[in-house]
């Protein structure tokens, strides 16, 4: 198998920043495209360290998984793991922001009035896991967009220090959020390859392999 011996680090589902002891914020990330990636890395051989977010399916058997629910939480594991990693793939859907602070009780209706949350910027996991990116390793990062979706994919591909991003337009469907299907672009800085509608399962297959094949021209 062709990572045997290989570690593989994913991130995957969404983070919750917490308002008080009943809300919080999050988004519609439902960590099937990661728990794929997971999967197909584990069928090749690979270790594999799964970063969750709070999600409703199993993570695959044998996936060594770490829980986490915050984007605080997500940079702390991943600082932790990624280090010893040949492959990190950054599939996690991260909360922007966070509430600036977080009521220790419920909050309540205040007779009319409006509420005002004031939420201050969470530090960006894939810019720091890239950062810190040894020479001899593999970064893959996402990215779900709405519109410009190659020119931002492009963007983040050299801002976050990757050298592969899956970028995807999350409006056409079956590619969006909590489906079994997507639709993809996956580029590196010096090539495109466009994927029509075809299973997470299918796709994810597709992302490992791409990555190990840069992990071996990093290696030769």
Known sequence: MILTGRTVVVTAGP????????????????????YSIAKAALDMGA???????????????????VDIESTLDLLDAALKFAPEADIVIQSAAPADYRPESVSPVKMKKKGGDDMVIRLVENPDVAATIGKNKRDDQVFVVFAAETNDVIDNAKGKLMK??????VANDVTKPGAGFNVDT????????????????????????IIVEKAFELLK???A
């Not at 920043?17 to 990661?34: A, C, Q, T, W």
């Not at 270790?47 to 998984?65: D, H, M, N, Q, Y």
């Not at 976050?160 to 991003?165: C, Q, S, Y």
């Open 15 to 34: 983070t919750r920043e917490r308002l008080d002891p009943v809300r919080y914020i999050s988004n519609f990330s439902s960590g099937k495209m990661g």
């Open 47 to 65: 270790r594999v360290i799964l970063i969750s977010g709070p999600v409703s399916i199993p993570a695959p058997e044998g996936a060594e998984k």
């Open 217 to 219: 021209g990093k290696n």
């Open 160 to 165: 976050k220090n990757a050298d592969m991003i």
């Open 182 to 205: 997507n639709i993809a672009t996956i580029m590196t800085m010096e090539e495109r390859f466009d994927y029509p509608l075809m299973s997470k399962t299918e796709l994810a297959g």
